[in-house]
């Protein structure tokens, strides 16, 4: 089983365009009680339509449908489940409630992790929620001709429970310890999460309902008011993207965090823009550090200053996954900048 590194790896994703966001998000976190204390006549309409919003997304991510009418009434507890579907966007809402109330109060660890995962299916028949997977699976995707082939293989149930120990433990080492920037810990213990995929069924949504969770105790509450989770899926291509790339050599600790982390930053600064818009400059200054090619740039300095002759495999082939993921970079970009 591989290690869970949130000391040393975080430090490596210190780019420049990674700390402009970062810097970013500080100054907006900064202004964020000036706006609830100026605004608390809307508040409360904002927390209510942003409840509604997320619950929606959340589950439409993963194929969860019901009317708008039926979602409304769910969410405000106006109605009863009527069928399997409408029981998990029940049990969502009560997560959501959970973590909305009583963030403060609420640590990633695992019996935590356990008790939200119960009540995400706590509507629902059959005991669903509550326990670890029982069995091995597997993430995978469906081409153009309806063909499914393995994307990733998660750490095998057996090994579970072991995992999840680890990484809640090695988390909120990192977390107390205070050294490196919580807005690049959190995506990073997401990602992670993902690549262990410690449930049958909801990982997916169980991953959205933490994010919210370690954003709040961090201190950035913008997704109480603007639904994040609507954002992640209006831009769910990227998104997966991004979980592609990143969890590529997860199990041999060959991955890199960055895309994943980089897609994290550009929801919440989107979140930010949408109940304070960024600035124009602000944006320009972004599109500019993403657009250009750090990577390359820096094995061509490489081979420069060390008068390298010839290339190694190893950063040919760091070379080639940057062109690979060149496209789907340009549609990131495309998706967050206009």
Known sequence: MRDFDFIVSPAKLLTPEIVQMVSSIHEHKGKQELFLEANVDELKTLLEVALIQSTGASNRIEGIFTSDKRLEELVSQKAEPRNRSEQEIAGYRE??????EGYEYINPRPNII??????LYSYSQG????????SDNVIAETDAEGHQKARFIPVLAFQTDEAMEELCARFLEAWEADRIDKLVLIPMFILDFLCIHPFNDGNGRMSRLLTLLLFYKAGYIVGKYVSMEMLIENTKETYYEALQASSTGWHE?????????KYYLGIMLKAYHEIKPVSKEEWINLKIRFSYPEKYWKLANYYYTHRKTWISVKNTEKLQNLIRQREAWKR???????
Not at 95 to 100: R, W
Not at 253 to 261: A, H, I, L
Not at 332 to 338: D, E, G, M, N, R
């Open 95 to 100: 997560v959501l409630s959970t973590i909305y």
């Open 332 to 338: 990131y970009c495309a998706s967050f900048f206009f």
């Open 127 to 134: 005991g669903a929620g509550g326990s670890y997977k029982n």
């Open 253 to 261: 600790g060959e991955n890199s965090y960055e895309p994943f982390v």
């Open 114 to 119: 356990l008790q939200l995962h119960r009540d």
